[in-house]
């Protein structure tokens, strides 16, 4: 299946090539963030431009500049571990500190990974397995289920990507028990899957909006 992958995405997986490595994917989350933040302090620094997803989106700095004022910007290396951090739904440090050893639930994220390919019948035979997953969380920060991952939106940079049947897998998870009026905590909390998918510009620009939002109730 056919997945629209944005440039600013693109630029974010090509950036991080590890980051669909099984041994970096099982380690604490905690590791996980600063090993990207260490990597985008460095990239900055460098003037590499496949940082603008990161810092255009969750760099509190980046406010009212464009990126070349961006890219000229002083970067600390607790800026970019905020930046990270917040790309994965937490308010601060802090809170990454806080979880000390946590990992990403595997199975969950097996699954995101046949969603966000468009793998339909890997998907659900992956549900017929555990049921649960249609009601599970991303141990991340935002605490997005499934049917949030298909808007594209408010979820890690490099998972902002759509299926081109996105509505056919929304339709899959929602008829195996998904809540379309479940909230992820993004933008202050509160978001629906259709809230998300209706504000993103992936699946517009991927052609598949209205039938993905009819899909998700709008």
Known sequence: MKVYVAPEVAEVEA????????SFRTSPIREQILRQAIVLKEAHALGDRRVRMHLMSWWPGAKGRTLDEVMDARLSQQDAELTIAREYGYANWSEVD??????????????????????????????????????????????????????????ESHRQRTPLNAAVLAELLIGCGADIHAEAIMYGGGQTAYALASSSAHPHKAGISAELNRALGG
Do not use: C, M, W
């Open 15 to 22: 950036l991080h090539p590890y980051l669909r490595d099984d």
């Open 98 to 155: 806080d979880l000390k050893n946590a990992t990403p639930d595997n199975d969950f994220e097996k699954a995101l990974d046949d969603l966000l390919a468009g793998e339909t019948e890997r998907l659900q035979l992956r549900l017929e397995e555990n049921p649960n997953l249609t009601i599970e969380r991303s141990a991340f920060g935002h605490r997005a289920t499934l049917l949030h991952y298909l808007g594209a939106n408010g979820v």
